[in-house]
């Protein structure tokens, strides 16, 4: 699912490319201001949120530029960390999409705790209206290693043809994963990460099973190196992006999408905001087994 805002999760991307201000005509029956989409994501670092905030009702003139649009969206957002009480306000941009809608967006820059309640908060600003979420972050995930499985072994080479090992995340369930490897470069050393696309989604946590052989052969090719020639491995590290628990997929259709109680967190409003936390993890794998993939440990 593509990406159009840095961390609006997989599914805000989804959402925004299928909702315009014309297009939530069938929310007017339901007496909700505003659809609203988005996430608050936890990391050790600051990280920039956003969420879209959709008017429910089809403007008198639809906009021509983005200065109009900004005109005709007065609202404030807010998010308050809800067990220190900490209230921040969010700023307003408007943007264009490739199909031509207006989006209007609204971000700020802060530390979100994990496994922390928040409540995102857009006020009408002429009468004071209000449409809110509440949610909560998860734990910072952690890892768990299992054995590393070498398979089909050659005595003579000592290369084997598999060399594979599961790498658990106590989450409810993985929204990205990616697979580093810290090997020479330059004038140093350089992690190269490698996506691991396979086990994200879906329901429940799922293991991540690290295939060292293949990966590689995508170093190689990563690093110019020639087929067979071998890499030296400082480290291993993997870096996840864990989603809470009442965290919704939806679906592509923008017939689902238009139905006023889908995919609903939302108080006297529409859409869904949720959390998600950032994990990573650092391990050295068994030496034999990394030698028999075709690297050269420095451990």
């Excluded at 599914?11 to 609203?36: E, I, K, Q």
């Excluded at 050790?44 to 949120?49: D, E, I, N």
């Excluded at 969206?73 to 209230?87: E, F, K, M, P, R």
Aim: proline share 7%.
């Amino acid at each position: 699912m593509r990406r159009r805002v840095l961390l609006l999760l997989g599914f805000v991307a989804t959402l925004f490319a299928s909702c315009d201000d014309g297009f939530v005509d069938p929310f007017l029956r339901g007496g909700g201001a505003f659809s609203v989409y988005g996430a608050i994501v936890s990391d050790g670092v600051p990280l920039t949120h956003t969420v879209r905030v959709v008017p429910v009702r089809t403007l008198p003139d639809a906009p021509t530029d983005t200065s109009q649009a900004t005109a005709q969206l007065d609202v404030v957002v807010s998010s308050t960390n809800l067990v220190t009480g900490d209230s921040l306000q969010w700023a307003k941009r408007v943007v264009r999409y490739a199909n031509g809608t207006i989006g209007y967006l609204f971000s700020n820059t802060f530390r979100a705790q994990p496994d922390t309640p928040y409540r995102l908060t857009v006020r009408r600003i002429f009468d004071g209206y209000e449409t809110a979420a509440e949610f909560a972050t998860p734990l910072t995930p952690t890892a768990s290693y299992g054995p590393v499985e070498v398979i089909g072994l050659d005595g003579e080479q000592g290369l084997a043809d598999s060399v594979r090992q599961e790498v658990r995340w106590a989450a409810a369930r993985l929204d990205s994963v990616s697979v580093g490897y810290r090997v020479p470069g330059g004038s140093g050393a350089v992690v190269i990460r490698i996506p691991y696309p396979d086990v994200t989604g879906g329901e429940g946590p799922r293991p991540v099973e690290v295939d060292y052989v293949r990966d590689l052969e995508i170093l190689r090719d990563t690093l110019g190196l020639n087929p067979g020639q071998t890499v030296t491995l400082y480290e291993m590290s993997m870096r996840v992006r864990a989603l809470g628990a009442d965290w919704v997929t939806p679906t592509d259709d923008p017939e689902i999408l238009a139905q006023p109680s889908t995919f609903i967190n939302v108080e006297n409003g529409y859409g869904f905001v949720g959390g998600a936390t950032f994990g990573s993890t650092v391990w050295l794998p068994d030496r034999e087994a990394m030698q028999a993939a075709g690297f050269s440990p420095s451990y």
